[in-house]
T-cell receptor, first 114, second 112 residues
């Protein structure tokens, strides 16, 4: 499982409340990612990190922020949750295999915004 | 941006049958991966295959980068092969697999 733990596994919250999802890895990988999965859209990249305090936006970053203060932790924050952010959120790491990087996912967090 | 199309969108097989899943992409890439999402939602990396052919047990994959497509072959299918198969493509920037673009997947159901 590439040593990736996501928490919580499930969360129900109300519109307008802040929400933070946590991704923890144990194998000192440099690159970490947050994706969301929605029916009909596959997986879409929200934000990624290429080192401590180094992050960049993905294709669906509006309404989300991230932080990485330690190599092992990558946090995704919804500042004011909306119903459109109801989704399954996956954290991933990438592992160098010489010619490129191979992606491995955590188990996901099911978030419902009511 | 790069467009990724997977076909067929849905597939039903009898156990023991073979199948071929296709991934077409619209631009040059140097990173292509196949994933299986099982019915419990877990995403497993099957292949990193920007070009050429690889095999892993009953599964094999071939990517023809110059023609912008990749194929995933499943032989002697089993019920445990059920789930969604995703293709994802992108460009390696200095080693970072950032901005991988995923297709919408092929939903496979293998019946006993």
């Amino acid at each position: 499982d590439a040593g990736i733990t996501q928490s919580p596994r499930h969360k129900v919250t109300e519109t307008g409340t802040p929400v933070t999802l946590r991704c923890h890895q144990t194998e000192n990988h440099r690159y970490m990612y947050w994706y969301r999965q929605d029916p009909g859209h596959g997986l879409r990249l929200i934000h990624y990190s290429y080192g401590v305090k180094d992050t960049d936006k993905g294709e669906v970053s509006d309404g989300y922020s991230v932080s990485r203060s330690k190599t092992e932790d990558f946090l995704l924050t919804l500042e004011s949750a909306t119903s459109s952010q109801t989704s399954v959120y996956f954290c991933a790491i990438s592992e160098s295999i010489g010619t490129g990087e191979k992606l491995f996912f955590g188990s996901g967090t099911q978030l419902s915004v009511l | 941006g790069i467009q990724v199309e997977q076909s067929p969108p849905d597939l039903i097989l009898q156990e023991g049958a073979n199948s071929t899943l296709r991934c077409n992409f619209s631009d040059s890439v140097n990173n292509l991966q196949w994933f299986h999402q099982n019915p419990w939602g877990q995403l497993i990396n099957l292949f990193y295959i920007p070009s050429g052919t690889k095999q892993n047990g009953r599964l094999s994959a071939t990517t023809v980068a110059t023609e912008r497509y990749s194929l995933l072959y499943i032989s002697s299918s089993q019920t445990t092969d059920s789930g969604v198969y995703f293709c994802a493509v992108g460009l390696n920037y200095g080693g970072a697999t950032n901005k991988l673009i995923f297709g919408t997947g092929t939903l496979l159901a293998v019946q006993p």
